[in-house]
Nanobody, 120 residues
């Protein structure tokens, strides 16, 4: 199985920055895309940013120019968040699309979530 461990959430004032980290472990798998979703109270979970194994990225419009997703290696992804606003407040979840063996199907795995709170 694939385990994802997130870190880096916290409380920050508007205009501040945070960096989220997500590390995959478990062995015996290959990862395709990794990314971050977020879910605010009373709202649906939304994709924030994703990065493919080849380095292609995509972002939700509301974070373009402020957030940057990157991969340190095949199993670690970061989300640098600048110019944070109160509307960015949410639980942020890392995901990894991975296959356990060469012949297995790709499945999506999720981290436990890390809270980001932006005060005005």
């Amino acid at each position: 199985q694939v385990q994802l461990v997130e870190s880096g959430g916290g409380l920050v004032q508007a205009g501040g920055s945070l960096t989220l980290s997500c590390a995959a472990s478990g062995g015996g798998f290959s990862i395709n895309a990794m990314g971050w979703y977020r879910q605010a109270p009373g709202k649906q979970r939304e994709l924030v940013a994703a990065i493919s194994s080849g380095g292609s990225t995509n972002y939700v419009d509301s974070v373009k120019g402020r957030f940057t997703i990157s991969r340190a290696n095949a199993k670690t992804v970061y989300l640098l968040m600048n110019s944070l606003q109160p509307e960015d407040t949410a639980a942020y979840y890392c995901h990894a699309d991975a296959r356990l063996t060469y012949y297995s199907e790709v499945k999506r795995y999720w981290g436990q979530g890390t809270q980001v709170t932006v005060s005005s």
